[in-house]
């Protein structure tokens, strides 16, 4: 790395900081990307056994379902984004198109049907998430593609990404607490849903007016595009090294958190039998990672994006081994502190993982000639929901062969109520090894990629300074160019 400190000086291209305004008005579009994850990664397979009343084999097949699709439609949308060309620009259209169809797929996502036949409400169920997804996808690869081109500047996406964190983890946060209070709210748990839906449906979709009114793209960025040539598309994002290190890091720490989300209600309702702390406990983890933001940040500035990243992962992993320790006599604080604990380790590896992201369309750039962020931007929300889906379908089946019990439908007073049930001693077992144990592996399984990852901030300097060369039609040092291709692409 000798070579990395030999140029650490090379000059940048002088780069505007962002307004307020402009800040805030992408951040404010992750509420959508926050608040919908935490809903689903927290509530939707239990609405699903629970409400719906489908089996948990067949709820974990709807996720995974999608996610096939996904694996398909996914890389077709970027490319599509990428060589979109509007007086809006390549992404805001996409925004723009998306507010309705947020309210509408999101309803339809959580909306408590209730056919006779188990197969007719599983058709019904895989439709709707479909729908869901889809939307998630044109509307999520734009929004992340934008981080890219809003600013170039490494530190100021840090600065961008903490905010945009802060407003998903706000969202998040209520998305944790309110969901479950306002379906307790009505005398009938659909009703309950319905409502639910509509009003998280409305709080998802309209930041994004703001959204577009507040981001403009880089006019540099709209040159016509090349003819599309299938192996560029699908097969070069894959052989950029810096990439795919990134990827891992995100694929297996967000296993881990969905891991942790999917089945952290059952731990404390069947496990710790504290049925009405669920969404307060989750509310505490989020706070905490609200509160960890401008440290991470602030550390970020002094030693890394990866280094901050590790440092939240290793608080996360050794609070995890405590997990063990909790259970049904412990006193109630315990629980408290230890969501907090998480809620601070989660939180720099969500803050610093999205602020890396946007470097990767850089590196992708030096090898390529092209600005491509819609395709990475696809392939990132593609391995967010299929991280997901994996969390969530591992689990079904694990719920389902240790015994799970789902609770009776009772009639109360011209309303539908559910009673809990009480779990075998297998399947709360099971629970726990889950909750602690596969996070952990996942976990290390990302450090071993962080400790390798290549673009540090003096490579990025130099990367940048070499660009802004090359897209001005300069000449460039191409030994130099060749250090960097060789140690970032691989």
Known sequence: MASTDQHSNTTTPTEKPLSLWTRIGYGVGDIFGGGSGVIISFYYLIFLTDVVRISPSLAGTVILISKIYDSITDPFEGILCDRTRTFLGRRRPYLLIGIPLIFLSFFALFYPYSMESESARFTAVVLSYLFFSTVVSIVMLNYNALHSEITLDYHERSRLSSIRIFFSTVASILAALLPLEIVEAFADVRTGYIVMAAGFGLFFALPFIATVMAVRERPEFQKPPRPFNWREAFLTPFQNRTFVYTLAMYLFAFVAIDTVSTIVAYFIKYYLQRSGEVSFVNGTLLIAQVISLPFYVRLSRKLGKVRGYIIGLILWAVTMLFSWLIG????????YVFAAFVGLGTGGIVVMIYAIFPDIPDVDELGSGQRREAIYSALVTFIRKLSSALAIFAVSQVLEWAGYIPPIQESLNGGMRLI?????????LALRLIF?????????????FALRFPLTPALHQRLNALLARQRAGLPVDEGEKQVLVKTLLG
């Open 436 to 448: 602690m144990l596969l996070p952990l592996v996942l976990l290390a399984l990302a450090l071993v």
């Open 328 to 335: 049904p006599q412990s006193a109630r604080g315990w629980v």
């Open 420 to 428: 809990e049930q009480p779990q075998s001693p297998t399947f709360l």
